[in-house]
């Protein structure tokens, strides 16, 4: 096996070219002739058995591990190539994790051992299978007619291959060793799951071991004095202590978001910042990382690779902030002080104008920005995807003081910005539809987007409910309507967290219907004369202490035409389906005269069932 040295030696003696498979007699043992043209079935079809399988049962010959079986199971080398492809273009920008140069490389050398009679390391099957497994989440139309799979064969393949890896990872005779490769493949692999599934048993045993891997490697302390003295005198591969950055921020971001987005991880996260001393990984592109020498850092106004990464990272940091700043609702019933508020969303909106112009929502730089977009399409998705998140969290932020606001005008502010930030989550969700999924656009798939879209419309939701008479009540319902009909969508890419979305609902109608003083399903809804009209701004003109970052801007220069018209009018669009339809009305039909503390609760209620999926 070739050190990273070796193959970075191997990359610039090559360049563009990728190592050619040897095709002797032995290939058609693990590589077709026309790999490239493969039919479809050794790549999907042949997983089909397994996909229902349990995780540890994805390759058990007679009780037997049979290792030999997982290599069976890797794509043919052209398959292959188009994957690995596919994920560098439409994940690796938001994860941020491997050196694709070197992954690349890792591949094709393993494909030649293996036609030369080698097995690969279980390691290296394991990244392999972590790699295509990502690449068959985000699977594009274009993808998809390359090897001519059918949707469901690339959910197919999606599942298989993340049993496949998991299967290696618990393989009961050949432990997995600590390793960079290692952590990489299961932070990948751990993506794939979540954004399938949800926070499952498997993506909760992955995050413990990735921990336990790092812990061991003692990853926490990379760029201690001593540390970083170490690699001087003895000698280092720049490249993997890059990867170790990346997969250790990337452990850690998750961590921090995680603690700030509602579930049983809200209010808490297991990375101390006191206890590690990680640099943030470097803005370049991989391409310009070298194993040995100096090598190139640009600022954070030049756009890379790791932009995406880069700015994760701060957002998870400020998640980090709040959650410390706040107490949580775990621990403390009682409403944090206002003016903690008030100075977490200084922060928030400081952060956002702080970013770079090409990350920027406001139409001048939307312009400014169109070649850069052109040269790095995926950051027309990062963009989206970054304000998508600061304002879900933004919103999460504001909601304690939501319904006050509605009253009491000491709390107008929150109550404001906590409706202009979930319109705007749903308006950035229609966007996310016009984004060409070869540079990341593919949101109904990702378990993340749907639990934010359904945050967002539930909020405008409550809402309407809460003060049905306000001017604003129609726009709000039709924007909810659209909302669910856009989640309804997604059960074509992603039955599973459609599912869930629907057992929310249901859920929630359910605990409005056990409340005392509530109307059953088929009543009326109760009349809230003691809630007067809002008088909330509704210019996009708000007061201190922070501006909206780019409402108005992105209104005119993101949100869909046919979207302007819905919320414009007020009505919805011909095809919004009839259960949709059905479960507002249910809604609206059992909510109740609650209170504001009431109602707080049961918005507590749904944010903390929705992580189990």
């Known amino acids: ?105 890792l591949m094709e050398h393993t494909y030649q051992e293996m036609l030369d009679g080698k097995h690969p390391t279980p ?15 985000v699977w594009s139309t274009s993808l998809l007619k390359k090897l001519s799979a059918t949707q469901a064969e690339a959910r197919s393949a999606l599942h298989a291959y993340s049993q496949t890896a998991l299967f290696i990872l618990e393989h009961p005779t050949q432990p997995i060793q600590p390793s960079t490769n290692a952590i990489v493949a299961i932070c990948a692999l751990g993506h794939s799951i979540a954004n399938d599934t949800g926070l499952s048993v498997s993506m909760r045993i992955l995050q413990a071991r990735a921990f336990s891997m790092a812990r061991e490697l003692q990853i926490h302390r990379l760029d201690t ?84 990464c880069i700015q994760r990272i701060r957002t998870a940091v400020l998640c980090r902030e709040v959650v410390d700043a706040l107490p949580s609702i775990l621990l403390d019933s009682q409403q944090p002080d206002y003016e903690v508020i008030l100075a977490l969303d200084k922060k928030f909106h400081d952060t956002i104008e702080e970013i770079p112009e090409f990350l920027r929502l406001d139409e001048e730089s939307i312009r400014n920005s169109q070649e850069i977009c052109k040269e790095r399409p995926y950051i027309t998705w990062l963009r989206t995807s970054l304000h998508f998140s600061f304002h879900t969290r933004l919103c999460r932020l504001h909601r304690p003081y939501h319904l006050q606001g509605a009253t009491d005008p000491r709390y107008r502010y929150s109550n404001t910005v906590c409706i202009r930030s979930a319109q705007t989550v749903l308006e950035l969700r229609r966007a996310m539809d016009e984004i060409d999924p070869e540079a990341g656009g593919y949101p109904a798939r990702l378990w993340r987007v749907v639990q934010h879209v359904f945050f967002a419309a539930l909020i405008l939701a409550t809402d309407v409910s809460f003060n049905p008479d306000a001017p604003d009540a129609e726009i709000h319902k039709a ?125 507590d209620d749904v944010d903390f069932g929705w992580m189990n999926l």
């Open 1 to 105: 096996m070739p050190s990273i040295d070796e193959l970075e030696k191997a990359l610039f003696q090559n360049k563009d070219k990728v190592i050619e498979v040897n095709r002797s007699q032995r290939s058609n043992e693990l590589v077709s002739s026309s790999a490239n043209t493969h039919p479809v079935s050794n790549l999907f079809t042949s997983f089909g058995s397994h996909e229902t399988a349990p995780d540890n049962q994805a390759v058990v010959v007679d009780g037997q591990a049979d290792m030999a079986k997982a290599v069976g199971k890797l794509p043919p080398i052209g398959q292959a190539r188009e994957l690995l492809n596919h994920f560098a273009n439409a994940f690796q920008p938001s994860l941020g994790l491997l050196h694709i140069p070197s992954t690349r490389l």
């Open 123 to 137: 390691t290296t099957l394991m990244l392999l299978f972590s790699v295509f497994s990502g690449a068959a989440l």
């Open 225 to 308: 004095a001593r540390t970083q003295e170490e690699r001087k005198l003895k000698g280092y591969d720049q490249i993997d202590i890059e990867v170790r950055r990346r997969v250790w921020w990337n452990m850690v971001a998750s961590d921090w978001l995680s603690a700030f987005s509602g579930g049983p991880s809200e209010g808490i996260y297991i990375f101390q910042p006191k206890h590690m001393n990680v640099n943030y990984p470097s803005n370049i592109d991989d391409e310009l990382m070298v194993a040995t020498g100096a090598q190139p850092v640009f600022p954070l106004s030049v756009p890379t690779a790791m932009s995406g």
């Open 479 to 603: 924007k909810v309507l659209a909302a669910y009909q856009t989640l309804e969508k997604s059960k074509e890419e992603s039955g599973t967290l459609f599912e869930g979305v629907q057992r929310n609902m249901q859920t929630l109608l359910s605990t409005l219907k056990q409340r005392p003083g509530t109307s059953d399903s088929q009543g009326s809804v109760g009349e809230h004369s003691t809630i007067a009209p809002r008088e909330t701004e509704r210019d996009g003109t708000l007061m201190e202490p922070g501006q909206l970052s780019g409402t108005n801007d992105l209104e005119d220069c993101l949100i869909p035409t046919a979207v302007q018209e819905t919320s414009a009018s007020g009505g919805l669009t011909d095809n919004v389906e009839e259960n949709w339809q059905q479960i507002w009305s249910d809604f609206v039909a059992v909510a109740p005269d609650l209170d504001v503390p009431q109602w707080n609760s049961l918005l």
